[in-house]
Nanobody
């Protein structure tokens, strides 16, 4: 059974850092692209970052470029999202997701087939 589990969320002050983890079970992560998405209260789910399975290409939303870094550790079957210089507007539930095939938009939630349950990130003083 394909399963994605996020961890690493929490409360952090503006300007602080967090590292989110997305651990996979039931499948080998290095065969799949993995995306990070977030959803703030009252807002639609949006793409944050994605890392491809083929050549390791990375993609970022404009709002997080230069602050967030996505990486993968295939040996641990885990993808990470390092978040620095956090802002209150980064507050959201963060989800990792994977498409089942190769035809997907890296920052669109609509092409993703497997989802974790999310981890809450709160940026507040």
């Amino acid at each position: 059974q394909v399963q994605l589990v996020e961890s690493g969320g929490g409360l952090v002050q503006p300007g602080g850092s967090l590292r989110l983890s997305c651990a996979a079970s039931g499948f080998t992560l290095d065969y799949y692209a993995i995306g990070w998405f977030r959803q703030a209260p009252g807002k639609e789910r949006e793409g944050v970052s994605c890392i491809s399975n083929s050549d390791g290409s990375t993609y970022y939303a404009d709002s997080v470029k230069g602050r967030f870094t996505i990486s993968r550790d295939n040996a641990k079957n885990t993808v990470y999202l390092q978040m620095n210089s956090l802002k209150p507007e980064d507050t959201a539930v963060y989800y990792c997701a994977a498409p089942s095939g190769g035809d997907y938009d890296p920052l669109s939630p609509y092409g993703m087939d497997y989802w974790g349950k999310g981890t809450l990130v709160t940026v507040s003083s």
